[in-house]
């Protein structure tokens, strides 16, 4: 049973791939796709490029973020951090896995700078709860602008989420407390093989005997007294990134010709962020991102055709900074033994992300 198990959940992503795929073909098919094709092409290469540029910016503000997470506990500088972060958001949009699979790819990416594997998979962790308790922040805020728009369908849009945000805060309150409480070393197994089939390698949360440090006191050192103003930071990084990633959307919309106001920008971004983060099984949220902009954007007159388009143009970054990402990301695994310092260099396939 145990087995059938595991064997269904190395097949979630595929799954979520294939159903990804037929909802945004459906969603496609069953509108105007010269009207769709019309709204894409008004935003053209400009306005293309400006959403690029706007996620390059978001990309490195998680970066930054993510070495708050250990600044004081290693000597890695910044540059690699916002190197790794590029390659997380790579496979999570472009590779079929869930979307924690650039994460656990990322943890392990950062040992080749002699970061220990517990202290790299811990700096995930950390990082990965910073980033939700932020976007529960951002999607509420996007919740309490929704209220002040008339009409029924966005009173019960706003109910319905407010319900979601109250489970997801139960939730991340489970998973702070699984950081704090010792139950680190319950998935530190779990991480390994989830590793193994996105990188065919050791992984975070890997730990052997002769690790000096293990996930969950590495998690107690990240998560110290002492470092709650670098943590800190690293909140309002990822709470301005949200932010910040909202301005693809005045970009876009703006080429095509759709006056929006900042309310209406935030409302659809954190609520089409919010519904592609519940279906994170489907790599990238294909088909899901789109009916999020299709539903939000209806509340605000926007025409199906505009909302798949704009979910379009917001894909574009997936592609143009993802496909370099995954170049990078082969380009470390090939220069492995060249990155590590001599002492593990000499035998880097003995190195295990949760050991020095």
């Known amino acids: 049973m145990a087995r059938i198990g595991r064997a269904l959940l190395r097949r979630l992503p595929l799954v979520g791939t294939v159903l990804g795929l037929a909802l945004g073909v459906w969603l496609i098919a069953t509108n105007d796709v010269a009207a769709i094709g019309a709204a894409f092409g008004r935003i053209g290469l400009v306005g293309l490029a400006g959403v690029v540029l706007v996620r390059v910016g978001v990309i490195l503000l998680c970066g930054i973020a993510w070495a708050r997470?250990?600044?004081?506990?290693?000597?890695?500088?910044?540059?690699?951090?916002?190197?790794l972060r590029f390659v997380r958001e790579g496979i999570n949009v472009l590779l079929p896995v869930a979307s924690?699979?650039?994460?656990?790819?990322?943890?392990r990416l950062l040992t080749f700078w002699g970061v220990t594997g517990g202290l790299a998979a811990a700096?995930?962790?950390?990082?990965?709860?910073?980033?939700?308790?932020?976007?529960i922040a951002f999607t509420l805020t996007g919740v309490l602008l929704l209220q002040q728009v008339e009409g029924e369908a966005a009173a019960s849009l706003a109910l319905f989420t407010l319900e979601a945000l109250g489970v997801a805060i139960v939730l991340l309150g489970a998973f702070f407390a699984f950081q704090r409480l010792g139950a680190a070393k319950l998935v530190e197994r779990g991480l390994t093989t989830l590793g193994r089939q996105v990188a065919g390698t050791a992984t975070p949360g890997?730990?052997?005997e002769e690790?000096?440090?293990?996930?969950?006191?590495?998690?107690?050192?990240?998560?110290?007294?002492?470092?709650?103003?670098?943590l800190a930071q690293g909140f309002m990084l990822h709470l301005a990134a949200w932010g910040l990633g909202a301005a693809e959307i005045w970009i876009a919309?703006?080429?095509?010709?759709?006056e929006i106001n900042a309310t209406e920008v935030i409302v659809l971004e954190s609520l089409s962020q919010a519904i592609k983060s519940v279906a994170f099984p489907v790599p990238s949220g294909l088909g899901v991102q789109e009916?999020?902009?299709?539903?939000?954007?209806?509340?605000?007159?926007?025409?199906?055709?505009?909302a798949i388009a704009l979910s379009l143009a917001k894909r574009v970054p997936d592609v143009v900074l993802g496909l370099p990402s995954l170049v990078a990301w082969q380009m470390l695994e090939a220069r492995r033994a060249t990155i590590l310092p001599p002492s593990r260099a000499e035998n880097p396939d003995?190195?295990?992300?949760g050991g020095s």
Do not use: K
């Open 253 to 258: 919309l703006t080429c095509i010709g759709v």
């Open 350 to 353: 003995g190195v295990s992300p």
């Open 291 to 306: 009916g999020g902009f299709v539903v939000v954007g209806a509340l605000f007159g926007i025409d199906a055709g505009t």
């Open 69 to 83: 997470v250990l600044d004081g506990l290693s000597s890695v500088e910044d540059a690699a951090f916002l190197i």
């Open 123 to 135: 700096s995930i962790l950390a990082d990965m709860l910073l980033q939700v308790a932020t976007e």
């Open 100 to 107: 924690v699979g650039g994460e656990v790819v990322g943890g």
């Open 206 to 208: 890997q730990v052997p």
């Open 211 to 230: 690790s000096g440090l293990g996930v969950q006191p590495a998690l107690d050192a990240v998560w110290a007294r002492g470092r709650r103003g670098r």
